[in-house]
């Protein structure tokens, strides 16, 4: 199957300071990729929907300014969390949909990175 | 508000037996549900997805049902095998938008 690999895998900062993750399809290309965060025993909270070539589009209550997403090739979407503190602490993972008609088809397959585990001290 | 329940919120079965697990799920817009194992830690793989004139799917030992006029999804998982100890999220929307439910962790004992 596809790969979308994350790296890094887990980080931890001081809180203040900011924090890019990188999230990669390896054998595919993705106009579009999701960015998520997975709180302890809850569920996958979709952030944004980052787009190549244009503006990330994002949930309702997630700061843009925060959280920057650039989307620089077909291959490569990044996540800042800029000035990051403790309460951002969190399982932040990416995925990349795949398959006939991309996002606009029902059946598209989604393969999800491995995560990257951010803990702001 | 977009919803997706999942009962129980876990389970612990002997290597060998089966187990269904459940979904709810109160979202709109809808035209697909998917099912994914997310092992601890680790981001999430589909096995199964079915759009809503779908009524089963299976993968393997997995098998995911989906009754869209009374919106229950189920997963039915054979002969269990130590290697399925893990979350099984499901979720529902459409292709765009998915809502996640908050899993069942499933935990298979010898």
């Known amino acids: 199957g596809a790969v979308v690999s994350q790296h890094p895998s887990w980080v931890i900062c001081k809180s203040g300071t900011s924090v890019k993750i990188e999230c990669r399809s390896l054998d595919f290309q993705a106009t579009t990729m999701f960015w998520y965060r997975q709180f302890p025993k809850q569920s996958l909270m979709l952030m944004a929907t980052?787009?190549?070539?244009?503006?990330?589009?994002?949930e309702q209550g997630v700061e843009k300014d925060k959280f920057l997403i650039n989307h620089a090739s077909l291959t490569l979407s990044t996540l800042t969390v800029t000035s990051a503190h403790p309460e951002d602490s969190s399982f932040y993972i990416c995925?990349?949909?795949?398959?006939?008609?991309?996002?606009?088809?029902?059946?598209?397959?989604?393969?999800f990175g491995p995560g990257t585990r951010l803990t702001v001290t | 508000k977009n919803q997706v329940e999942q009962s129980p919120q876990s389970l612990i079965i002997l290597e060998g037996k089966n187990c269904t697990l459940q979904?709810?799920?109160?979202?709109?817009?809808?035209?697909?549900l998917r099912w994914y194992k997310q092992d601890t830690g680790r981001g999430p793989v589909s096995l199964t997805i079915?759009?809503?004139?779908?009524n089963t799917k299976s993968n393997g030992r997995y098998t995911a049902t989906l009754d869209a006029d009374t919106k229950q999804s189920s997963l039915h998982i054979t002969a269990s095998q130590l290697s399925d100890s893990a979350s099984y999220i499901c979720c529902a929307g459409t292709a765009s938008k998915l809502t996640f439910g908050t899993g069942t962790r499933l935990q298979v004992t010898l």
């Open positions: 979904c709810n799920y109160t979202v709109s817009p809808f035209s697909n």
């Open positions: 079915m759009t809503f004139s779908e």
């Open positions: 980052s787009n190549e070539g244009s503006k990330a589009t994002y």
């Open positions: 995925s990349a949909p795949r398959g006939a008609g991309g996002i606009r088809g029902n059946s598209y397959e989604q393969y």
